[in-house]
């Protein structure tokens, strides 16, 4: 009796199980952590039409870039994302700029932390000599104070002003953002695969939204762990608009993942 080849279908389904548990395992966790970032898989490549980004990541699994392929000019409203850290892991300052002029940035956040609940979001903008450690002082742009819940979720944002501007971003029993006529889906939200995403777009829900634009978009396929693998504009006619994820327009976006890290359960 050839007992191997029985032994592939066993295999297989172990290996199946494996996965399907490790999905529930994050998913659950995220549940139970609403401002956690789960280990299991992270962002490698963002493909947005003609245009591939890439993520890459310091020793201690920190998004540092996330940038064009390498002599691309990006199609419409897009560019490279830089971050830096603290000592302690906190992201400190993220910029944004054309990738074809290297001193540039159209945006630059400096973040400064009073406590565990408070942020203050100081913004540069339109800086033409960018390649220092600190943005210019001249370029200042505003001013945001974020507060922080519990879970580490912006809660409330405060532009100062007369009167000051006031952002309240309240979560449903669901975990997600309850906002009205809001639509989500039932998987990981990929915001969940890095701290950092969740705190620069101010998403800290369980599940991924599907109308962040007035044009809905459907998931057409997750992979093994659950998290989005194709984000699909539904438009009438096909087409026309866009809709947003990673600061980026798009009418199909696909992500790639490394998911060969072992999942920690670790913030």
């Keep these: 009796m050839n007992h191997s080849s029985k032994m592939i279908p066993a295999v297989a389904v172990l290996i199946g199980i ?4 490790s999905c529930i395992k994050e998913y659950n966790y995220v549940k139970l952590n609403p401002g956690a970032e789960v280990k299991g898989c992270r962002i490698t490549t963002l493909i947005n039409g003609t245009d591939t980004f890439y993520v890459h990541y310091n020793t201690a699994g920190d998004p540092t870039e996330l940038v064009l392929t390498p002599g691309e000019q990006p199609h419409g ?13 906190r992201l400190t300052d993220y910029f944004w700029g054309d990738p074809a002029l290297t001193d540039y940035r159209l945006i630059w956040h400096r973040y400064t932390y009073h406590g565990t609940s408070i942020v203050t979001d100081s913004l540069f903008a339109y800086i033409t000599n960018g390649s220092g450690p600190n943005p210019p002082l001249e370029n ?9 819940d519990a879970d580490g979720r912006i809660v409330k944002t405060t532009e100062p002003g ?5 952002g309240i971003f309240n979560y449903n029993a669901k975990g997600n953002l309850d906002y009205s006529f809001a639509v989500y889906d039932n998987k990981l939200n990929i915001y969940h695969t890095s701290r950092v995403w969740m705190f620069i777009w101010n998403d800290y829900s369980v599940n991924n939204r599907l109308n962040i634009t007035p ?3 459907q998931v057409t396929r997750y992979n093994d762990e659950g998290l989005p693998f194709n984000f699909q504009l539904v438009a009438n006619p096909p087409g ?3 809709s947003e994820l990673f ?21």
């Excluded at 494996?18 to 548990?21: M, T």
């Excluded at 798009?250 to 913030?267: F, I, K, P, R």
């Design 18 to 21: 494996i996965f399907f548990s």
């Design 77 to 89: 409203w897009q560019g490279d994302y830089h971050f830096r850290y603290d000592k302690y892991h």
């Design 140 to 148: 200042f742009d505003g001013l945001t104070i974020d507060s922080l």
């Design 162 to 166: 007369n009167p000051p501007f006031i």
């Design 215 to 217: 044009f809905p978009v």
């Design 240 to 242: 026309f608009g866009s």
């Design 247 to 267: 600061g980026m327009d798009y009418q199909e976006l696909q992500v790639l993942y490394d998911c060969n890290q072992a999942y920690t359960g670790a913030l």
